[in-house]
Nanobody, 127 residues
Framework: QVQLVESGGGLVQAGGSLRLSCAASGRTFSSYGMAWFRQAPGKEREFVATIRWSGGSTYYADSVKGRFTISRDNAKNTVYLQMNILKPEDTAVYYC????????????????????WGQGTQVTVSS
């Protein structure tokens, strides 16, 4: 079982930046993939970005490409989401997720494709 704890959310003005962190514990992560999802009020949870723990290759939703960057620190077992040029439509609860088997060449973007979830952190972007 993997435990995930997010931090770094908050209130920011449009055009500003935030960095979210997700501290992972409980397993070794060499075969894992990690992702960030978000859920706005009244909407379904949606994919934001994903990263392979081994090798660090990444994939992004079109809505955040060029503005958000996902990265990981192997030594700290932590995944980050750097969010720049934030927009009011980025307002949501952001969740960190882990998938134990991230083999092959595909990137996983579905909510049901991840095994473990954090509790979420609120990001609010004011206009």
């Amino acid at each position: 079982q993997v435990q995930l704890v997010e931090s770094g959310g908050g209130l920011v003005q449009a055009g500003g930046s935030l960095r979210l962190s997700c501290a992972a514990s409980g397993r070794t992560f060499s075969s894992y993939g990690m992702a960030w999802f978000r859920q706005a009020p009244g909407k379904e949870r949606e994919f934001v970005a994903t990263i392979r723990w081994s090798g660090g290759s990444t994939y992004y939703a079109d809505s955040v490409k060029g503005r958000f960057t996902i990265s990981r620190d192997n030594a700290k077992n932590t995944v980050y989401l750097q969010m720049n040029i934030l927009k009011p439509e980025d307002t949501a609860v952001y969740y960190c997720a882990a998938r134990g088997d991230y083999s092959g060449y595909a990137y996983y973007t579905g909510v049901n494709q991840y095994d473990s979830w954090g509790q979420g952190t609120q990001v609010t972007v004011s206009s």
